[in-house]
């Protein structure tokens, strides 16, 4: 049966790159001045790179650029990626609010993010970077220093009995707790207590989705979730777990949020202050991203849950990984 599977899946995969042969022959015509590694029929250059772990994968692509120059080409089945090592040229992509659809390879994230800031383009991108865009402003974060300080506080400590000025020893899984953290305290305004051993189901959602993401990423063939359900299915319930986990969180933690401030309108004097932060018998309350967006309005209409959710998550993604 499983046999069954990969060969229908296979067959599918040839079908859309007959298909697609027209295009990839004029992107081709384009791309014909720009170097790049040996391709071979229908793979492309994944040959090359396909069995790779992440650190590998990317020391290869050093030796590519190294080998064709600071912009080189790259095709996988029927998608052509260029890849550019160009300090100019990546600034002038990066500061566009124009180039702003992201390629096809963003597809995995879909499910868990949806069209959040990350994956949106067009009038909802402008939309959403409208609404976010003033949360990282100094005098917003300058709120949340205290939070650094007591999460970082706590990495040191616990940083404390492992440094014997001896032992080798990998700071990576370490700093992933502190900035999730971090980014859940003041994305969300809810502590998750991912250093202290008292992790929540959510936090370990995220660690694992993120390392799922990003060994996705490099196998082309799986970024087509039907594909994934066919050929990996035990991964991909993993997925669908996963997904469940953070976005019921997420979910439940907007729901929470919404109501207390239903609350605060109804029995306070609460109001927002000159400088947009939530105060509450004067005392200012730190305006999470969470806040902001739940206060937000796009046309005169305030974002639904979903909206709210996608943002979210986004924001723990992108500063979790980041």
């Not at 709120?143 to 999460?151: L, P, W, Y």
């Not at 700071?171 to 207590?193: Q, R």
């Not at 669908?240 to 933690?253: A, D, E, G, S, W």
Request: proline share 2%.
């Amino acid at each position: 049966m499983h046999l069954i599977l990969i060969v229908v899946a296979f067959v599918i995969a040839v079908g859309v790159a007959i298909k697609s042969h027209g295009s990839k022959k004029y992107m081709r015509s384009v791309i014909a001045n720009i170097p790049g590694p040996h391709c071979i029929p229908i793979l492309g250059c994944l040959y090359d790179v396909y069995k790779l772990n992440q650190k590998d994968f990317f020391k290869r692509m050093e030796d590519f650029i190294g080998k064709y120059g600071r912009v080189i080409r790259m095709w996988g089945f029927n998608r052509l990626a260029i890849m550019s090592a160009d300090i100019e040229l990546n600034e002038q992509l990066l500061i566009s609010n124009d180039h702003i659809t992201k390629n096809r390879n963003y597809e995995t994230l879909h499910q868990w993010l949806g069209k959040g800031l990350l994956i949106s383009n067009g009038k909802k991108w402008h939309a959403r970077r409208k609404i976010i865009t003033p949360t990282f402003h100094f005098k917003i974060l300058e709120q949340f220093v205290d939070v650094f300080e007591r999460q970082s506080s706590l990495v040191l400590e616990i940083l404390k009995e492992r440094a014997d000025g001896k032992t080798v020893f990998d700071i990576y899984p370490f700093m992933c707790l502190l900035t999730l953290d971090i980014i859940a305290e003041s994305a969300m305004g809810t502590k998750v207590n991912a250093q202290s051993g008292q992790a929540i189901p959510y936090t370990s959602a995220v660690r694992e989705m993120t390392i799922m993401m990003a060994w996705r990423f490099q196998q082309l063939h799986l970024h087509n979730e039907i594909l994934f359900s066919i050929l990996q299915p035990i991964k991909k319930m993993r997925q669908t777990k996963l997904i469940q986990i953070m976005h019921q969180f997420t979910r439940n933690v907007i729901a929470k949020r919404r109501e207390e401030l239903k609350n605060n309108k109804r029995n306070t004097n609460a109001a927002y202050n000159e400088d947009n932060t939530y105060s509450e018998i004067g005392a200012k309350r730190r305006m999470a991203l969470l806040d902001v967006l739940l206060q937000a309005t796009v046309n005169g209409e305030p974002l639904t849950d979903e909206d709210i959710r996608e943002e979210v998550d986004t924001f723990m993604f992108e500063g979790h990984d980041t």
